[in-house]
C-alpha cells in the first residue's frame, strides 16, 4: 500500500537558520498537503500541492512538489520561535477519501 | 464560523469498557473522518463519513466503529478498550467531494488504565 516517509524525523536548529523537511511517497500522487501542529494542539493545513513542480511560498515557507510528484518538500527561511511545531506532509490514498500521512517532522527553534 | 468542536476534550477509562467520542463538523462540512494519533505510529486514519456512509475505513480491529448522523455529526465507538488504544482521536471535516482541505477539531485525549 502507499506509505508515506518523511525526513527528517526530528531537527533542531537555533533561530535564525533555515530548515527543511522532505517527504516521499512510494506512489505517483494526485496532489500532497502540508500540515502543522504545535505542541498540544491539533493539525493545522497549511498547503496543497498539485502540479508537478509546482512550487508555492507562504512568507518565510516554500513548498515544493517533485516534477515526478512522488517527493515534497517544506522549506522554512530563518526561523522563528513561533515555527516550533511538527510538521506533516498527508497524501490522499488513490480512489478513496483516506489520508496518508507523513510520519511528521518535529522542530525546535532555540532561542 | 465555529470550528470543528469534539467532546469531551479528555477522557480516562479502564480496560474493557467502552467508550464513545463526539465530533460536530464545522456548519455545511459533510464529510468527517476520525485519525487516531499516538507518539509511536503518528495519525492514522480511522474512518471517514460522508451523508451518512462511511465511505471508507483504516486498519483498525472491529471494536473501533462510528457512524454519522442526518446532520453531519459523527460518533466513534471503541468497545473492550486496550492500554494500547491511549491516544490523541482526532477528528477533521470537509465540504465534501472536490474539498480536500481537512480542518482539525482539539481532540480527545483517552487515557486506558
Known amino acids: 500500500g502507499q506509505q508515506v516517509m518523511q525526513i527528517p524525523q526530528y531537527q533542531h536548529v537555533q533561530e535564525g537558520e533555515d530548515f527543511t523537511t522532505y517527504c516521499n511517497s512510494s506512489?505517483?500522487?494526485?496532489?500532497i498537503q502540508w500540515y502543522k501542529q504545535r505542541p498540544g494542539g491539533h493539525p493545522v493545513f497549511l498547503i496543497q500541492?498539485?502540479?508537478?513542480?509546482e512550487v508555492k511560498k507562504q512568507k518565510r515557507l516554500t513548498f515544493q512538489f517533485g516534477e515526478a510528484k512522488k517527493n515534497s518538500s517544506l522549506h522554512i527561511t530563518a526561523t522563528q520561535t513561533t515555527d516550533v511545531g511538527t510538521y506533516f506532509c498527508?497524501?490522499?490514498?488513490?480512489?478513496?477519501?483516506?489520508?496518508?500521512f507523513g510520519t511528521g517532522t518535529r522542530l525546535k527553534v532555540l532561542a | 464560523k465555529a470550528g470543528v468542536t469534539q467532546t469531551p476534550r479528555y477522557l480516562i477509562k479502564t480496560r474493557g469498557q467502552q467508550v464513545t467520542l463526539s465530533c460536530s463538523p464545522i456548519?455545511?462540512?459533510?464529510?468527517v473522518s476520525w485519525y487516531q494519533q499516538t507518539p509511536g505510529q503518528g495519525l492514522q486514519f480511522l474512518f471517514e463519513?460522508?451523508?451518512?456512509?462511511?465511505?471508507n475505513k483504516g486498519n483498525f480491529p472491529g471494536r473501533f466503529s462510528g457512524r454519522q448522523f442526518s446532520n453531519s455529526r459523527s460518533e466513534m465507538n471503541v468497545s473492550t478498550l486496550e492500554l494500547g488504544d491511549s491516544a490523541l482521536y482526532l477528528c477533521?471535516?470537509?465540504?465534501?467531494?472536490?474539498?480536500?482541505?481537512?480542518?482539525f477539531g482539539s481532540g480527545t485525549q483517552l487515557s486506558v488504565l
Open positions: 477533521a471535516s470537509t465540504l465534501g467531494p472536490g474539498h480536500e482541505k481537512l480542518f
Open positions: 498527508a497524501e490522499r490514498a488513490s480512489g478513496t477519501y483516506k489520508y496518508i
Open positions: 500541492l498539485v502540479k508537478s513542480g
Open positions: 506512489t505517483t500522487l494526485s496532489n
Open positions: 456548519s455545511g462540512h459533510r464529510s
Open positions: 463519513y460522508f451523508s451518512e456512509t462511511q465511505r
